[in-house]
T-cell receptor
Framework: ETGVTQSPTHLIKTRGQQVTLRCSSQ?????VSWYQQALGQGPQFIFQ???????GRGNFPPRFSGLQFPNYSSELNVNALELDDSALYLC?????????????FGSGTRLTVV | GESVGLHLPTLSVQEGDNSIINCAYS??????FIWYKQESGKGPQFIID?????DKRQGQRVTVLLNKTVKHLSLQIAATQPGDSAVYFC????????????FGKGTTLSVSS
């Protein structure tokens, strides 16, 4: 059974640029959730995708968007990058309706905006 | 603001001691709580969970206590080992609102041998 894989592991972008982060869900999981973790803080829920549609969103502006593909993998896109977007971006896959025990987190993508 | 928080940002213990990590939550609608362990360079790893209809749950070397009256939960780790060194987060969920988790800021546990 494969876990959640995220790519790239590290990324440096310039303010104003756009970035795409990728996540492959664990085998058998059909839901993907994205979290932003600033340094020294707990993860913050960005949004969740189920059946290729956004199915829940946290307090993040529209320049944070995503996609889910038929194989349940997902992308997180961030436009017009700001310095405060520097963070670890975590992807978690699960079966629909399963939180906590049902979540499997990836190791994240470390995004630095300069 | 944060609806889940930990009382202490750091906790240092000796190997073999019991550790207690505390967390306060403010949303009375939350009905599911989870403790996660996050090691450097990794994503959060599930430790143990508890639903609001319980006040205690035990796992292997870990126990979670939930006090709904004061909106408090704790994680107890028995016979703490150096491998337990990590950042620990509590997270809450409102099951009827979906699977989004609200995390606190975390407690860094350091175990010295």
């Amino acid at each position: 059974e494969t876990g959640v894989t995220q790519s790239p592991t590290h990324l440096i972008k310039t303010r104003g640029q756009q970035v795409t982060l990728r996540c492959s869900s664990q085998s058998g999981h059909n839901t993907v959730s994205w979290y932003q973790q600033a340094l020294g803080q707990g993860p913050q829920f960005i949004f969740q995708y189920y059946r290729e549609e956004e199915n829940g969103r946290g307090n993040f502006p529209p320049r944070f968007s995503g996609l889910q593909f038929p194989n349940y993998s997902s992308e997180l896109n961030v436009n017009a990058l700001e310095l405060d977007d520097s963070a670890l971006y975590l992807c978690a896959s699960s079966l629909a309706g399963r939180a906590g025990y049902g979540y499997t987190f990836g190791s994240g993508t470390r995004l630095t905006v300069v | 603001g944060e609806s889940v928080g930990l009382h202490l940002p750091t906790l240092s213990v000796q190997e073999g001691d019991n550790s207690i990590i505390n967390c306060a939550y403010s949303n009375s609608a939350s009905d599911y709580f989870i403790w996660y362990k996050q090691e450097s360079g990794k994503g959060p790893q599930f430790i143990i969970d508890i639903r609001s209809n319980m006040d205690k749950r035990q796992g292997q070397r870990v126990t979670v206590l939930l006090n709904k009256t004061v909106k408090h939960l704790s994680l107890q780790i028995a016979a703490t080992q150096p491998g337990d060194s990590a950042v620990y987060f509590c997270a809450e969920n409102i099951s009827q609102a979906g699977t989004a988790l609200i995390f606190g800021k975390g407690t860094t546990l350091s175990v010295s041998s």
